[in-house]
Nanobody, 119 residues
């Protein structure tokens, strides 16, 4: 069974920093892309940032220049460094990964971690 477990959420003041981490565990053969998504109350889940196994990154326009995604392939982890946070960054943040457990890749999600930015 494959699991994604996030950590690092919490309450932070506007302009501050926060670091989210996500670790994949279980019967994993390989991991393709990993990423972070977020969902604010009353809104749809949206992409924050993704990173391929080769290290290519993609960011939502709203976080470019403020957030940095990174991963450690040896440890099956992905991180999101959040700097200069704004109240509009408040949301539940979800880790996502394309993982091949046996034969096919499938998308897995973490349980989510709350990030609250106070003004």
């Amino acid at each position: 069974q494959v699991q994604l477990v996030e950590s690092g959420g919490g309450l932070v003041q506007a302009g501050g920093s926060l670091r989210l981490s996500c670790a994949a565990s279980g019967s994993i053969n390989s991991i393709n892309a990993m990423g972070w998504y977020r969902q604010a109350p009353g809104k749809q889940r949206e992409l924050v940032a993704t990173i391929t196994s080769g290290g290519s990154t993609n960011y939502a326009d709203s976080v470019k220049g403020r957030f940095t995604i990174s991963r450690d392939n040896a440890k099956s982890t992905v991180n999101l460094q959040m700097n200069s946070v704004k109240p509009e960054d408040t949301a539940v943040y979800y880790c996502n990964a394309d993982i091949r457990a046996k034969f096919l890749y499938a998308a897995y999600w973490g349980q989510g971690t709350q990030v609250t930015v106070s003004s």
